[in-house]
């Protein structure tokens, strides 16, 4: 039997990735949908302007929108996808915890929270253990748990396949698509012809969550990795598809084929949304792209290429579809995760 589901911030990009990734899925049943109260009270296509590349689902199409608010949405939801801007999360998130929902979140805000797991799933999985201490610090009924933020999800899982030469010191320099911004984020006439050095707020998350995710939890508290990350990150005119230039310093020596192997070899999870492999290593020196790449594992694939030594230590670059890898299927992927370890 499918589990309800419901979807927090249904309208929005992320929400219609949700929504598309969700309707087939055999696990999972939408049974609510939420919005602002603009759109409370409107058919999901009435309040929707569908932008996902294929039709709204009939299952949702005349479903009648709610308020955000655990007071609207039914009692017999057994999850939560949120994919709420943080400003609004940050509030109201917590009160359908407190009011005993489950609630997975592409949301960026409470992912540094100690007791907040924030996990994917083929890197971190025990550190959804970490609900266990958020219960008992909280008093919650339900749960939360967090995906990372889009650009942190593409390189991280190639430094998971490293970590036995001993992380050191990580640059990352991102070219990330303008579907990262939302529909209304970067102006055709600032993006056109243009590239832009400069995402508010994108560089502290790499930095912070990447150490973060990679740490180790002992049951009962987590303690970051203590590798040094430095990121830079530039918006570019492309859609979909984050591109990330990654230099690594290691510990132990690391050849570039050796790295290539371990990213390869990496394992994938036993979930639905789990592609195998994990991480597709391209030898052609011009892989990966993203409008050749982005689509790989169904969008929930990364895509490595260009491994090779350099003065700075190993450097590669990687790529993950954004909206898919990198936001609603993270989301999605967490949320078989909680199904898998009884949280649902």
Known sequence: MAVRVGVLGATGAVGQRLIQLLDPHPDFEIAALTASEASAGKTYRQAAKWRVDSPIPDAVADMTVTATDPDAVPDDIDMLFSSLPSSIGADVEPDFCEAGYVVSSNSSNGRMDDDIPLVIPEVNPDHLDLLEVQRDERGWDGAMVKNPNCS????????????????????????????????????????????????????????????????????????????DVAASCNRIPTIDGHLENVWVETEEDLPADAAAEA??????????????????????????????????????????????????????????????????????????????????
């Open 152 to 227: 942190t999800i593409t390189f991280v899982p190639t430094l998971a396949a490293l970590t036995e030469y001993g992380l050191e010191k990580v640059h990352v320099s991102t070219l990330q698509a303008v579907s990262g911004a939302g529909y209304a984020g970067v102006s055709s006439m600032e993006i056109i012809d243009n590239a832009v050095p400069h995402i508010g707020g994108e560089e502290d998350k790499l930095e912070t969550e990447s150490r973060k995710l990679l740490g180790e939890f002992d049951g009962a508290e987590l303690t970051h990795n203590g590798m």
């Open 263 to 344: 990213m390869r070899e990496y394992p994938s999870l036993d979930l639905r949304s789990s592609p195998d492999p994990l991480i597709h290593v391209f030898e052609e020196p011009d892989r990966p792209q993203p409008r050749l790449d982005r689509t790989l594992g169904d969008g929930m694939a990364i895509a490595a290429g260009g491994l090779q030594k350099s003065p700075f230590g190993l450097q590669y670059n990687c790529l993950a579809h954004n909206t898919v890898r990198g936001a609603a299927g993270a989301s999605v992927l967490n949320g078989e995760l909680l199904l898998e370890n009884g949280y649902i």
